[in-house]
Protein backbone atom coordinates (compact mmCIF):
# COMPACT_ATOMS: atom_id res chain seq x y z
CA UNK A 1 0.00 0.00 0.00
CA UNK A 2 1.40 3.30 -0.43
CA UNK A 3 2.53 5.38 2.24
CA UNK A 4 2.80 2.84 4.96
CA UNK A 5 5.70 4.37 6.74
CA UNK A 6 7.41 0.78 8.46
CA UNK A 7 8.61 -1.75 6.22
CA UNK A 8 8.13 -5.39 7.57
CA UNK A 9 11.16 -6.25 5.59
CA UNK A 10 13.20 -4.17 8.12
CA UNK A 11 16.42 -6.04 9.25
CA UNK A 12 14.91 -5.35 12.59
CA UNK A 13 10.88 -5.60 12.13
CA UNK A 14 10.53 -9.37 13.35
CA UNK A 15 12.18 -7.47 16.69
CA UNK A 16 10.29 -4.70 16.58
CA UNK A 17 7.17 -5.95 16.11
CA UNK A 18 7.48 -8.58 19.10
CA UNK A 19 8.17 -5.75 21.57
CA UNK A 20 4.47 -4.87 20.49
CA UNK A 21 3.29 -8.50 20.70
CA UNK A 22 4.74 -8.52 24.32
CA UNK A 23 2.83 -5.25 24.91
CA UNK A 24 -0.28 -6.11 23.48
CA UNK A 25 -1.10 -9.86 23.30
CA UNK A 26 -2.81 -10.49 26.99
CA UNK A 27 -4.93 -7.88 26.15
CA UNK A 28 -5.88 -9.12 22.58
CA UNK A 29 -5.86 -12.82 23.99
CA UNK A 30 -8.60 -11.76 26.89
CA UNK A 31 -10.77 -9.71 24.57
CA UNK A 32 -11.11 -12.69 21.78
CA UNK A 33 -12.00 -15.42 25.07
CA UNK A 34 -14.14 -13.23 26.39
CA UNK A 35 -16.14 -13.03 22.91
CA UNK A 36 -16.24 -17.09 22.80
CA UNK A 37 -13.16 -17.57 20.94
CA UNK A 38 -12.87 -21.05 20.53
CA UNK A 39 -12.62 -24.39 18.63
CA UNK A 40 -14.07 -24.42 15.06
CA UNK A 41 -13.65 -21.14 14.54
CA UNK A 42 -13.03 -19.46 10.94
CA UNK A 43 -10.74 -16.14 11.56
CA UNK A 44 -9.41 -13.30 9.69
CA UNK A 45 -6.41 -11.44 11.58
CA UNK A 46 -5.80 -8.63 9.23
CA UNK A 47 -2.32 -6.98 9.52
CA UNK A 48 -1.08 -9.49 11.63
CA UNK A 49 2.76 -8.18 11.63
CA UNK A 50 4.52 -10.84 13.72
CA UNK A 51 1.94 -13.24 13.61
CA UNK A 52 1.78 -14.10 17.33
CA UNK A 53 -1.96 -13.47 17.49
CA UNK A 54 -2.85 -15.26 13.93
CA UNK A 55 -0.56 -18.24 16.07
CA UNK A 56 -2.72 -17.81 18.93
CA UNK A 57 -5.84 -18.39 16.83
CA UNK A 58 -4.78 -21.45 15.22
CA UNK A 59 -4.24 -22.97 18.51
CA UNK A 60 -7.38 -21.71 20.04
CA UNK A 61 -9.58 -23.05 16.85
CA UNK A 62 -8.09 -26.39 16.34
CA UNK A 63 -7.95 -28.54 13.56
CA UNK A 64 -11.45 -28.35 13.01
CA UNK A 65 -10.57 -24.21 12.97
CA UNK A 66 -9.34 -22.01 10.20
CA UNK A 67 -6.88 -18.72 10.11
CA UNK A 68 -6.42 -16.25 7.59
CA UNK A 69 -3.73 -13.78 8.32
CA UNK A 70 -3.17 -11.32 6.13
CA UNK A 71 -0.26 -8.57 5.98
CA UNK A 72 0.55 -5.90 2.84
CA UNK A 73 3.81 -7.17 3.67
CA UNK A 74 3.98 -11.01 4.84
CA UNK A 75 7.84 -11.67 5.19
CA UNK A 76 7.25 -12.22 8.83
CA UNK A 77 4.43 -14.55 7.91
CA UNK A 78 5.93 -17.18 5.63
CA UNK A 79 7.28 -19.27 8.46
CA UNK A 80 4.30 -20.02 9.75
CA UNK A 81 3.75 -23.47 8.83
CA UNK A 82 0.23 -24.71 9.97
CA UNK A 83 -2.31 -26.96 9.01
CA UNK A 84 -4.99 -24.40 9.86
CA UNK A 85 -3.23 -21.11 8.74
CA UNK A 86 -2.82 -18.96 5.89
CA UNK A 87 -0.56 -16.62 5.58
CA UNK A 88 -2.37 -14.25 2.66
CA UNK A 89 -0.90 -11.30 0.91
CA UNK A 90 -4.04 -8.30 0.95
CA UNK A 91 -4.21 -4.99 1.32
CA UNK A 92 -6.96 -3.99 3.52
CA UNK A 93 -7.76 -0.53 1.81
CA UNK A 94 -8.11 -1.91 -1.94
CA UNK A 95 -8.65 -5.52 -1.59
CA UNK A 96 -11.39 -7.97 -1.36
CA UNK A 97 -12.45 -10.26 1.40
CA UNK A 98 -15.17 -12.83 1.18
CA UNK A 99 -18.20 -11.96 2.21
CA UNK A 100 -19.81 -13.18 5.51
CA UNK A 101 -17.41 -16.18 5.90
CA UNK A 102 -15.69 -15.55 9.43
CA UNK A 103 -16.32 -15.87 12.83
CA UNK A 104 -14.01 -13.39 14.07
CA UNK A 105 -12.48 -10.48 12.56
CA UNK A 106 -9.71 -9.02 14.30
CA UNK A 107 -6.89 -5.83 13.73
CA UNK A 108 -4.78 -3.94 15.95
CA UNK A 109 -2.50 -1.00 14.84
CA UNK A 110 -3.63 -1.07 12.04
CA UNK A 111 -6.38 1.54 11.58
CA UNK A 112 -4.20 4.99 12.17
CA UNK A 113 -2.26 4.08 8.85
CA UNK A 114 -4.65 4.16 6.94
CA UNK A 115 -6.11 7.13 5.06
CA UNK A 116 -9.53 5.90 5.38
CA UNK A 117 -10.41 3.93 8.32
CA UNK A 118 -13.90 3.77 7.33
CA UNK A 119 -13.56 2.02 4.28
CA UNK A 120 -11.34 -0.61 5.73
CA UNK A 121 -13.78 -0.91 8.50
CA UNK A 122 -17.03 -2.06 6.38
CA UNK A 123 -15.05 -3.79 4.35
CA UNK A 124 -13.73 -6.14 7.67
CA UNK A 125 -18.05 -6.23 8.99
CA UNK A 126 -19.09 -7.35 5.45
CA UNK A 127 -16.19 -10.46 5.74
CA UNK A 128 -17.70 -11.34 9.52
CA UNK A 129 -20.96 -13.90 9.00
CA UNK A 130 -24.04 -13.11 10.91
CA UNK A 131 -23.40 -14.04 14.61
CA UNK A 132 -19.78 -13.74 14.38
CA UNK A 133 -17.34 -10.91 16.21
CA UNK A 134 -15.59 -7.84 14.87
CA UNK A 135 -12.37 -6.40 17.55
CA UNK A 136 -10.87 -3.58 16.84
CA UNK A 137 -7.72 -2.48 18.49
CA UNK A 138 -6.07 0.54 17.91
CA UNK A 139 -4.17 3.32 20.17
CA UNK A 140 -5.09 6.95 20.76
CA UNK A 141 -1.63 8.44 21.97
CA UNK A 142 -3.37 11.32 23.94
CA UNK A 143 -2.16 10.02 27.52
CA UNK A 144 1.78 10.93 26.07
CA UNK A 145 0.61 14.73 26.61
CA UNK A 146 1.02 14.44 30.81
CA UNK A 147 4.33 13.88 31.23
CA UNK A 148 6.44 16.13 32.84
CA UNK A 149 9.20 15.36 30.17
CA UNK A 150 9.05 18.12 27.04
CA UNK A 151 11.66 15.91 25.67
CA UNK A 152 9.19 12.97 25.99
CA UNK A 153 6.39 14.42 24.19
CA UNK A 154 8.05 16.11 21.65
CA UNK A 155 9.50 12.62 20.91
CA UNK A 156 6.29 11.00 20.59
CA UNK A 157 4.12 13.51 18.95
CA UNK A 158 7.31 13.65 16.04
CA UNK A 159 7.35 9.76 15.71
CA UNK A 160 4.05 9.52 15.41
CA UNK A 161 3.06 11.80 12.99
CA UNK A 162 5.88 10.89 10.82
CA UNK A 163 5.08 7.60 10.75
CA UNK A 164 1.50 8.02 9.70
CA UNK A 165 2.10 11.20 7.79
CA UNK A 166 1.74 9.65 4.10
CA UNK A 167 -2.05 8.57 5.26
CA UNK A 168 -2.19 12.38 5.79
CA UNK A 169 -3.84 11.09 9.56
CA UNK A 170 -2.37 11.51 13.07
CA UNK A 171 -2.48 9.26 16.07
CA UNK A 172 -5.40 10.95 18.43
CA UNK A 173 -7.97 9.78 17.02
CA UNK A 174 -8.76 6.37 18.06
CA UNK A 175 -11.47 7.94 20.46
CA UNK A 176 -13.49 7.83 17.26
CA UNK A 177 -13.45 4.32 16.78
CA UNK A 178 -16.90 3.37 18.58
CA UNK A 179 -18.66 5.77 16.85
CA UNK A 180 -17.05 4.29 13.88
CA UNK A 181 -18.19 1.18 14.37
CA UNK A 182 -21.74 1.84 15.82
CA UNK A 183 -22.16 3.31 12.35
CA UNK A 184 -21.00 0.05 11.02
CA UNK A 185 -24.18 -1.72 11.60
CA UNK A 186 -23.11 -3.87 14.50
CA UNK A 187 -24.87 -4.83 17.37
CA UNK A 188 -24.03 -5.34 20.74
CA UNK A 189 -20.91 -2.79 20.82
CA UNK A 190 -18.87 -2.73 23.45
CA UNK A 191 -15.32 -1.70 24.05
CA UNK A 192 -12.53 -0.49 26.64
CA UNK A 193 -9.94 1.55 26.69
CA UNK A 194 -6.52 1.47 28.59
CA UNK A 195 -3.38 4.22 29.46
CA UNK A 196 -0.66 1.82 30.11
CA UNK A 197 2.84 2.90 32.18
CA UNK A 198 5.48 3.43 30.05
CA UNK A 199 8.68 2.31 32.09
CA UNK A 200 12.11 3.31 30.28
CA UNK A 201 14.20 -0.32 29.21
CA UNK A 202 10.72 -2.02 28.72
CA UNK A 203 9.49 -3.95 25.99
CA UNK A 204 6.86 -0.87 25.10
CA UNK A 205 9.82 1.87 25.13
CA UNK A 206 12.47 -0.88 23.28
CA UNK A 207 9.12 -0.61 20.91
CA UNK A 208 9.49 3.16 20.11
CA UNK A 209 12.76 3.31 20.24
CA UNK A 210 13.32 0.91 17.60
CA UNK A 211 10.32 2.74 15.41
CA UNK A 212 12.08 5.55 15.83
CA UNK A 213 15.44 3.85 14.28
CA UNK A 214 13.26 2.89 11.32
CA UNK A 215 11.99 6.11 10.96
CA UNK A 216 15.20 8.44 12.10
CA UNK A 217 15.85 10.28 9.02
CA UNK A 218 12.20 11.25 8.01
CA UNK A 219 11.48 12.35 11.51
CA UNK A 220 14.79 14.64 11.20
CA UNK A 221 14.08 15.70 7.90
CA UNK A 222 10.67 16.69 9.00
CA UNK A 223 11.89 19.12 10.75
CA UNK A 224 9.63 17.78 13.51
CA UNK A 225 12.86 17.36 15.94
CA UNK A 226 16.07 17.97 16.40
CA UNK A 227 19.24 15.66 16.52
CA UNK A 228 19.84 16.59 19.93
CA UNK A 229 16.14 16.41 21.41
CA UNK A 230 15.57 12.97 19.85
CA UNK A 231 18.58 11.62 21.63
CA UNK A 232 17.76 12.86 24.62
CA UNK A 233 14.05 11.16 24.29
CA UNK A 234 16.11 8.03 23.71
CA UNK A 235 18.17 8.03 26.45
CA UNK A 236 15.15 8.68 28.60
CA UNK A 237 13.55 5.50 26.77
CA UNK A 238 16.26 3.19 27.42
CA UNK A 239 16.37 4.61 31.34
CA UNK A 240 14.68 2.14 33.73
CA UNK A 241 14.51 4.94 36.22
CA UNK A 242 11.81 7.24 33.56
CA UNK A 243 8.06 6.48 33.90
CA UNK A 244 5.35 7.70 31.54
CA UNK A 245 2.27 6.51 30.10
CA UNK A 246 2.59 5.29 26.58
CA UNK A 247 -0.68 5.63 23.87
CA UNK A 248 -3.16 4.79 25.37
CA UNK A 249 -5.14 1.50 23.85
CA UNK A 250 -8.73 1.54 22.13
CA UNK A 251 -11.23 -1.51 21.89
CA UNK A 252 -14.06 -1.98 20.27
CA UNK A 253 -15.89 -5.01 19.20
CA UNK A 254 -19.77 -5.49 17.62
CA UNK A 255 -21.42 -9.05 16.40
CA UNK A 256 -23.06 -8.67 13.24
CA UNK A 257 -26.83 -9.10 13.25
CA UNK A 258 -28.62 -11.88 11.97
C1 LIG B 1 1.92 -1.63 13.78
S1 LIG B 1 1.91 -3.10 12.82
C2 LIG B 1 0.84 -4.13 13.85
C3 LIG B 1 1.03 -5.60 13.59
C4 LIG B 1 0.07 -6.51 14.37
N1 LIG B 1 -1.31 -6.22 14.03
C5 LIG B 1 0.27 -6.39 15.84
O1 LIG B 1 -0.49 -5.66 16.49
O2 LIG B 1 1.19 -7.03 16.40
C6 LIG B 1 0.86 -2.74 11.44
C7 LIG B 1 0.79 -3.89 10.43
O3 LIG B 1 -0.19 -3.56 9.44
C8 LIG B 1 0.32 -3.89 8.16
N2 LIG B 1 -0.37 -3.02 7.18
C9 LIG B 1 -0.17 -1.72 6.93
N3 LIG B 1 -0.99 -1.28 5.97
C10 LIG B 1 -1.77 -2.35 5.61
C11 LIG B 1 -2.82 -2.53 4.66
N4 LIG B 1 -3.23 -1.52 3.90
N5 LIG B 1 -3.38 -3.76 4.56
C12 LIG B 1 -2.94 -4.79 5.34
N6 LIG B 1 -1.96 -4.68 6.25
C13 LIG B 1 -1.36 -3.47 6.38
C14 LIG B 1 1.80 -3.64 8.27
O4 LIG B 1 2.56 -4.30 7.26
C15 LIG B 1 2.10 -4.13 9.68
O5 LIG B 1 2.41 -5.51 9.69
Redesign the pocket.
Known amino acids: ?1 AG ?1 A ?1 D ?1 SWERARRR ?1 SL ?2 QH ?1 DPMTKRRAIALGLGEGWNCLE ?5 G ?2 ATWLSDQVGPTGKVVA ?4 TALLQDLQRPNLEPRR ?4 SDDLPEGAFDFVH ?4 LH ?2 PQPDVAIARMVAAVRPGGWLLLEEVDFFPVHTSESAEYRDFMVALTDTVVKASGRDCFWARALPQLVARAGLSKIGGEGDFPLLQGGSPSAEFFALTAEQMHDRMIASGAISVERMDHALRLLASPDFWAFGGGGVAVWGQRPG
Do not use: P, Q
Open positions: MYLNLLELVGAGGSITDINHDIVTRWLHL
